[in-house]
Structure formats: structure tokens, C-alpha cells
């Protein structure tokens, strides 16, 4: 069984930053992509940013020169570095990955974290 926690979300004012973190456990034989989305109410959940094994990333253009993800592979963990937060930012932050999650028949799976809360307030 995969999980992926996620942790890292609270309260900011506007121009601050907090940093996300996603971890993931369980069995598996490798993870792929890893990345954060968002959903803010009475909105559709959104890619933030993604970042593969290989070094790759890509953001959305919201958040383009404001966050940076990054990825620890030996941990199994990916951050969202989020600077000079505006209030649009505010929603739910999901963690998600592609996993290989059984060798033998190639099986891979997207993973869903629970979900963490990030408000931008003034």
C-alpha cells in the first residue's frame, strides 16, 4: 500500500512563504513524476508544478518565478518552495505521483496525499 503525506500547509500573509512537503511510503519499486496541485473552492483542482526522477520541471504560469519544487529521491520526497504568496494562491495543496508500484507486470498507478490547506490572508 502507497501513501503519500503531505505536510507544510497554515496561514500566511501576503508576500510570505511557506515550503510543502510530500513524502511517500509503502512498497514500490520507483516513482516517475511527483508534483503538487491545487483546488481552490468552486475551482477545478490545477496543476502547480511537476517535477520528474530525471531533473525535469514544469509550473503553471501562476506560480512561475514564485514557487520551486524540488525532489529528494533517496527520501522519496518532493517540496513546493511557495514565495511572495498572493491570496489567489489560497486553496487545497495536493501531492501526486506516478508510481511503478509492481516490476513484474509493469503496473503503474497515480497517488493522491491527502491534502493540505494554504490560505493567504491580508
Known amino acids: 500500500q502507497v501513501q503519500l503525506v503531505e505536510s507544510g500547509g497554515g496561514l500566511v500573509q501576503p508576500g510570505g512563504s511557506l515550503r510543502l512537503s510530500c513524502a511517500a511510503s509503502?512498497?514500490?519499486?520507483?516513482?516517475?513524476?511527483m508534483g503538487w496541485y491545487r483546488q481552490a473552492p468552486g475551482k477545478q483542482r490545477e496543476l502547480v508544478a511537476v517535477a520528474t526522477s530525471g531533473g525535469s520541471t514544469n509550473y503553471a504560469d501562476s506560480v512561475k518565478g514564485r514557487f520551486t519544487i524540488s525532489r529528494d529521491n533517496a527520501k522519496s520526497t518532493v517540496y513546493l518552495q511557495m514565495n511572495s504568496l498572493k491570496p489567489e494562491d489560497t486553496a487545497v495543496y495536493y501531492c501526486?505521483?506516478?508510481?511503478?508500484?509492481?516490476?513484474?507486470?509493469?503496473?503503474?498507478?497515480?497517488?493522491w496525499g491527502q491534502g493540505t490547506q494554504v490560505t493567504v490572508y491580508s
Open positions: 509503502g512498497s514500490f519499486a520507483t516513482i516517475n513524476r
Open positions: 501526486n505521483a506516478y508510481i511503478l508500484t509492481d516490476v513484474s507486470s509493469y503496473k503503474w498507478d497515480d497517488y
